[in-house]
């Protein structure tokens, strides 16, 4: 349960907190952009110098970001052993008992580490200081131009919000479910092969079946309170960019010409 | 064999932020035989404190003995399912948990998991069927086809079929109609009284517990804060009153009439007691 | 002019049985009405169809004398408010705030008035503590009682209850009776209340009872309650003040009132020290 920590909301009132969610979507992906640029490491250099800053500006701790980490070393490792058998470009480090290693092994995997690494460090400003809410009318509107070939934005935008809305309270059902199953003694441990597989439609089957019921439900409750697929709702919560947003988009552009010009 | 709680303390997600102890310094032993309430506010432990009793939940420190059983911390109980056996946990909304084709093997899933040859565990549900209140018919259906009172009946013949000693059942009455309630109540009251099981119930209703239960463990804040005699827990208002629960009936009329002046001096628990004392009273 | 008026209304969802069989029945204008019966009686059922959520069989249903169609479904739903039994169900935003505005959006309220509309009501329910808390952190009484914020929010003149308290606690089950009781009597509301609580249907001005999809009586409590053999068979339970006087005159104490508990204390105490 720890784990779920990396990303998750944190409610605080920080430069990046305020700003618009649309724009940060959009800040989000320039600078997901600029990290696939080969602007080598000197590139790498400035987007991670750019990053930091908005760390500090979001008030994460470097060290979270570290912890969250952690699961990453075993892949970067694997990665690292792969890419040494295999690449044979470029000079050779060293060469003990007939294993050769070259620079662009080295060089391959920490390309790599670093793109991972900023790019989770990135979505992770995003999500940490935006409300999932926010998110979704960011996303909303950002999706909107799109409703001319058809795009539903704003069925998306509620049917987002409501799976959000509903994780917590599908937790807590399967916690109860998987407590009364074990009460009539369900063992997902133990067992034989059929065993295994009633125990685990025992969890699913229920699970499914509330769920669906919830739906009709919740259906219900949204009809009966004037909600209408596909007619027009005002909406309560209106986005306004302020000049926080002029300022992180001046800073994600200019970044990204320096990035592009770097690569050329 | 007793069950009893020993210093217990409970503590959800340990060491992080969101920790939150949920039972505190818990010493309680419950009486073996007898239909116990276990009352108290949303919030105050109930359902923390049954979830102990099968290892759903391990205290965070002291000790809870269950039959022979003891559960600490320290180290992990071995041999979970022959615990769970005995100590049949039945939980809110029950109708919830059923997901077989059928009414019958739905209720031979649990005798099927604790290694009941299947011919026995078939004897088991039909019986278990017929002691909930449904007849044979039922066996063949789909328990998604039958009404919610039904459902809810099924579910609990799931747990009957495992023949546990101990039931402990977690608001088992909510939501159902007046009769359908009743009919419940009465289900726990034979199993008790005929198959001399030992029944925990966690509940809302002062009615149940005024009329159905002999002892009553009063939970606040994580902390057993009374545990008596049912006929002597509703001999004062004030102790009810305490924890925010509705008076039952009978003790909202033995108040106000003993504020107009009757004078009543034998314990009641049954509206018969009452009737009974108010006619002595009346002809005197 | 009834805000509910039904008249032989029917309604099957698999064309064999009716589970509302030729149901007729009026709710007066201001009146806190009670519908009661067993379950799979057919009462949430009515609800349903009231606001059009499910389509009639056969009959007719009158809001405020206009018909229920599928023309004026959307002005219907603007005159009655229902509140139903799971308070997570019926939670749609993701705070209270958002959940209360969620009504408002349907009916294309101006978003720069919604704020004040939300204060509002928020307070009426007593909610303005929590109006950025989620869900999950709320109890269900309190759920419950944003349920009806919102509900409240677009101005209903009914306002239905499908066992809006079946699902809650002591404590939330008495906040919300009180809640509505205020609403009744404050602000005048027509309340239908589905329950299966005797004592709320005492204290009602009429109540229906259903049985096996009709309504089998149709009164004031004072005269429907009080007959507990007939309670039984209708699979419900007497109130307690009832059994009480039956066992009484079982034992030759025959008392005037036998369904308010404060007359009949009164009455007792009376005979009492008459001997």
Same mark, same amino acid.
């Given at each position: 349960m720890n784990n779920i920590a990396l990303g998750r909301y944190i409610p605080l009132n920080t430069f990046t907190h305020k700003l618009d969610p649309r724009f940060k979507i959009l800040g989000m992906l320039i600078l997901m952009v600029s990290v696939f640029f080969p602007s080598g490491f000197i590139g790498y250099g400035v987007i991670a110098a750019f990053v930091f800053i908005a760390l500090l500006f979001t008030k994460i701790s470097l060290k979270m970001i570290l912890k969250s980490m952690k699961p990453m070393i075993f892949m970067l490792s694997f990665l690292f052993v792969i890419n040494s058998l295999v690449i044979r470009t470029g000079y050779v480090l060293f060469n003990i008992y007939g294993f050769t290693l070259y620079s662009d092994a080295v060089f391959q995997t920490l390309y790599i580490m670093v793109r991972l690494t900023l790019m989770i460090i990135i979505t992770t400003l995003l999500t940490v200081s935006t409300k999932p809410m926010d998110l979704t009318l960011g996303i909303e509107d950002l999706l909107s131009p799109f409703k001319r070939i058809g795009l539903p934005s704003h069925e998306i935008a509620m049917m987002i919000s409501i799976a959000l809305r509903f994780i917590p309270t599908l937790i807590d059902e399967t916690n109860r479910i998987m407590k009364a199953q074990a009460s009539r003694g369900v063992d997902l441990k133990e067992g034989s092969f059929k065993e295994k597989i009633m125990a685990i439609l025992s969890l699913i089957v229920p699970l499914f079946v509330s769920s669906f019921q919830r739906a009709e439900e919740l259906a219900d409750a949204m009809e009966a309170r004037g909600y209408v697929v596909a007619q027009h709702r005002t909406r309560y919560k209106q986005l306004k960019p302020t000049y926080r947003d002029t300022v992180m988009m001046g800073g994600v552009l200019s970044l990204l010409g320096v990035i592009i010009w770097l690569s050329l | 064999m007793p069950i009893a709680f020993e210093k217990v303390n409970f503590k959800y997600? &340990? +060491? %992080? &932020?969101? $920790?939150? *102890? $949920? !039972?505190? +310094?818990i010493d309680l032993a419950f009486e073996m035989g007898k239909v116990t309430a276990i009352i108290g506010p949303t919030g105050s432990g109930k359902s923390t404190l049954v979830q102990h009793l099968n290892a759903l939940l391990l205290p965070s420190e002291g000790t809870v003995l269950v039959l022979d059983r003891t559960i600490t911390n320290k180290h992990k109980p071995k041999e979970l399912k022959s615990l769970r056996q005995r100590v049949g946990l039945v939980f809110q909304f029950p109708e919830y948990q059923l997901f077989e084709e059928t009414i019958l093997k739905d209720i031979m899933f649990g005798p099927l998991n604790f290694k009941v040859p299947e011919a026995q565990a078939k004897v088991l549900a039909m019986n278990a069927l017929k002691l909930v209140g449904l007849d044979e018919s039922f066996a063949e259906k789909s328990p998604l086809d039958i009404s919610g009172g039904q459902k809810r009946r099924v579910a609990i013949a799931g747990i009957l079929a495992i023949n546990p000693d101990v039931l402990v059942l977690d608001e088992p009455t909510a939501g159902l109609d007046p009769q359908g309630s009743k009919a419940m109540m009465e289900l726990f009251l034979r199993l008790n009284k005929e198959n001399g099981k030992t029944i925990l119930i966690v509940t809302h209703d002062m009615e149940h517990v005024i009329n159905y239960c002999d002892n009553v463990v009063v939970m606040k804040d994580g902390e057993v804060i009374n545990h008596q005699r049912v006929t002597d827990y509703f001999e004062r208002k004030t102790q009810v009153e305490d924890i925010q629960m509705n008076l039952p009936q009978l003790l909202m009329f033995k108040e106000a009439l003993l504020d107009g002046g009757f004078e009543f001096k034998q314990p009641m628990r049954y509206l018969e007691d009452l009737a009974e004392a108010i006619s002595k009273e009346i002809k005197r | 002019m009834n805000p509910i008026k039904v008249n032989h209304l029917k309604f099957s969802y698999d064309l064999e049985t009716d589970v509302v069989n030729d149901v007729s029945f009026t709710v007066e204008k201001g009146s806190y009405t009670t519908l009661i019966g067993h379950n799979g009686s057919g009462k949430s059922t009515i609800a349903k169809l009231l606001i059009g959520l499910l389509e009639k069989g056969s009959g007719e249903i009158l809001i405020d004398d206009l018909e229920l169609t599928e023309a004026n479904l959307d002005v219907i739903r603007r005159k009655i408010g229902i509140v139903f039994q799971n308070p997570d169900n019926q939670f749609i935003g993701a705070t209270v705030r958002d959940d209360i505005a969620f009504g408002l959006e349907n009916h294309q309220v101006d978003p720069a008035l919604m704020d004040d509309i939300i204060n509002n009501y928020a307070a009426r329910v007593d909610m303005s503590k929590y109006l950025d808390q989620e869900p999950t952190r709320l109890s269900g009484g309190q759920k419950q009682r944003v349920a009806i914020a919102g509900v409240l929010a677009m101005k209903p003149e009914i306002l239905i209850l499908d066992e809006a308290t079946s699902m809650l606690d002591p404590e939330g089950k008495s906040e919300i009776n009180a809640l509505v009781n205020a609403l009744h009597k404050e602000y005048g509301m027509t309340i239908l209340s589905i329950t299966h609580d005797i004592e709320e249907v005492k204290k009602s001005d009429h109540v229906l009872i259903m049985f096996d999809g009709k309504i089998v009586k149709d009164g004031l409590p004072s005269e429907i309650m009080i007959d507990e053999k007939e309670m039984i068979s209708l699979k419900l339970d007497a109130p307690f003040s009832v059994k009480l006087a039956n066992a009484l005159k079982r034992r030759g104490i025959v008392l005037k *009132? %036998? !369904?308010?508990t404060e007359r009949m204390v009164a009455e007792l105490c009376l005979l009492r020290s008459k001997k």
């Open positions: - | 997600a &340990p +060491n %992080t &932020p969101f $920790a939150y *102890e $949920a !039972l505190k +310094n | *009132e %036998t !369904l308010d």
